[in-house]
């Protein structure tokens, strides 16, 4: 399977614990997106990725997220302290940015739930 | 307002129908539209994607682009039932480096029988 790949696929904590997701983008990708979505809604902004540098991060995030691609390879999202809120779906996506326009692919999503 | 604003449905055509999905955006910069078809409990998939005024058309979809008016749409052709999901309109503006998609929050279609 050569598309975006997200592991685990759902993940129940306990308020309080942290969390820790995966995503391994399309291998010839150099950009990788972050972005959470809860029922009923579009996809929100998190975070992205040009190879290594973190580029953006959405001024919604609060610093109990946090997000690294060290290599320019795949990348980990953490969020420290969770809370009922943060129950969500957390999707990765990737691209090829070449500076022109360029078509972004989700992987399968992780499903958090806090309880 | 909203950046991406899409009409949430539920959007219900008869199988066979023409389905007219539309959504428009405020930031008069953005220069990339795309349409993600959803399946409730899903990732987004990427069906179509438009750049210039004009349409696009891609076997049975065909994008729709107007940039004065801000408006993008999509129309399905000979919907079938697998065509029900919600459909997210999303829109790219670059700024130098920063590229991101912004999503509406989806039109939930549904083709009936």
């Known amino acids: 399977d050569t598309g975006v790949s997200q592991d685990p696929r759902h993940k129940i904590t306990k308020r309080g614990q942290n969390v820790t997701f995966r995503c391994d983008p399309i291998s010839e990708h150099n950009r990788l997106y972050w972005y959470r979505q809860t029922l009923g809604q579009g996809p929100e902004f998190l975070t992205y990725?040009?190879?290594?540098?973190?580029?953006?991060k959405s001024r919604l995030l609060s610093d109990r997220f946090s997000a690294e691609r060290p290599k320019g390879s795949f990348s980990t999202l953490e969020i420290q302290r969770t809370e009922q809120g943060d129950s969500a779906m957390y999707l990765c996506?990737?691209?090829?940015?070449?500076?022109?326009?360029?078509?972004?692919?989700f992987g399968q999503g992780t499903r958090l739930t806090v309880v | 307002q909203k950046e991406v604003e899409q009409n949430s449905g539920p959007l219900s055509v008869p199988e066979g129908a023409i389905a007219s999905l539309n959504c428009t955006y405020s930031d008069r910069v953005s220069q990339s539209f795309f349409w993600y078809r959803q399946y409730s409990g899903k990732s987004p998939e990427l069906i179509m994607s438009i750049y210039s005024n004009g349409d696009k058309e891609d076997g049975r979809f065909t994008a729709q682009l107007n940039k004065a008016s801000q408006y993008v749409s999509l129309l399905i052709r000979d919907s079938q039932p697998s065509d029900s999901a919600t459909y997210l309109c999303a829109v790219n503006r670059y700024t130098g480096t920063a590229s991101k998609l912004t999503f509406g929050t989806g039109t939930r279609l549904q083709v009936t029988l």
């Open positions: 996506a990737s691209s090829f940015w070449t500076g022109e326009n360029t078509e972004a692919f």
């Open positions: 990725f040009q190879n290594e540098a973190q580029l953006e």
